[in-house]
């Protein structure tokens, strides 16, 4: 069964599945297609050629696949995804992409607290959390069981690592190293994220081997390719340590250190 607020407007060419529930005063636009057991409280604005999966929450006055902020944008078919399980909290705006063709992408079992933005192009994985009015500008991709805390603002084509945290209104202007604790305005990465480490299981040889690999690249005072070389050199080749070593490899903005 679905329900239908009296109250809420629905294109008859959106596509809403089995035991979906849309609350008063929403919109769903023609071109929108909710997977099942959704749940849009109310005041809930979902348009453009947006996909979500199964078993999200959108709390009111959410705007979800309306079109770019980018002065760039030329028209064409753009598109919003949205994976199952997410929370999705009061006034977040989600924006479709830029250019035709084009995705904005949200993975799933993501919190995404109140005031967050996630601007064109965005690519944000599964399990992260989004404190209150935390901003992602465009074309910003976000690893898996990372944690970004309240008015934290990130720079255009960043890319935050995994299980990284960043702190309270810190200003990222680079990227944010895998397994890493990062905070301050301007940011710096101040130790391995242990909590988070923790939460996620990781053993113990794994976590001391991040942490020796934490002293050797932002605390030894070497260049990052010495530094890696080093790494790779003296810390066993576990799946973190290569995943921690490929990311600051493969950045084009450089990495906070």
Not at 39 to 44: G, M, N, Q, T
Not at 90 to 116: F, M, P, Q
Not at 172 to 189: E, H, K, L, S, Y
Not at 226 to 239: G, H, K
């Amino acid at each position: 069964m679905i329900t239908i607020h009296p109250t809420a407007i629905v294109h008859p060419n959106a596509r809403i599945s089995d035991q979906c529930r849309i609350g008063p005063y929403c919109v769903v636009g023609e071109n929108v297609e909710i997977g099942e057991s959704c749940f849009l409280h109310s005041h809930v604005v979902i348009d453009g050629h947006t996909r979500l999966g199964r078993h999200n929450e959108i709390f009111p006055f959410a705007s979800i696949g309306l079109k770019t902020q980018d002065l760039k944008w030329k028209g064409g078919v753009t598109r919003t995804e949205i994976g199952d399980s997410n929370t999705i909290r009061e006034y977040v705006t989600i924006n479709s992409a830029t250019g035709d063709g084009e995705i904005t992408r949200v993975g799933s079992y993501n919190h995404i607290l109140a005031y967050c933005h996630v601007a064109h192009n965005v690519i944000l994985g599964n399990h992260i959390i989004m404190s209150n009015a935390a901003n992602l500008a465009g074309h910003i991709t976000v690893e898996d069981h990372t944690v970004i805390s309240g008015l934290v603002a990130i720079h255009q084509f960043c890319r935050i690592g995994r299980m990284s945290i960043i702190g309270g209104c810190s200003k990222i202007n680079q990227d944010v190293a895998p397994f890493m604790m990062v905070d301050g305005n301007p940011a710096r990465t101040r130790t391995v994220n242990k909590v988070g480490l923790d939460r996620h299981g990781l053993s113990e040889e794994t976590q001391a081997s991040l942490k020796r690999a934490y002293r050797i690249i932002f605390r030894d005072g070497l260049t990052i390719s010495n530094a890696l070389d080093r790494v790779l050199a003296e810390i066993p080749p576990l799946p973190e340590v290569q995943h921690l070593v490929n990311f600051i490899k493969t950045s084009e903005r450089g990495i906070i250190l």
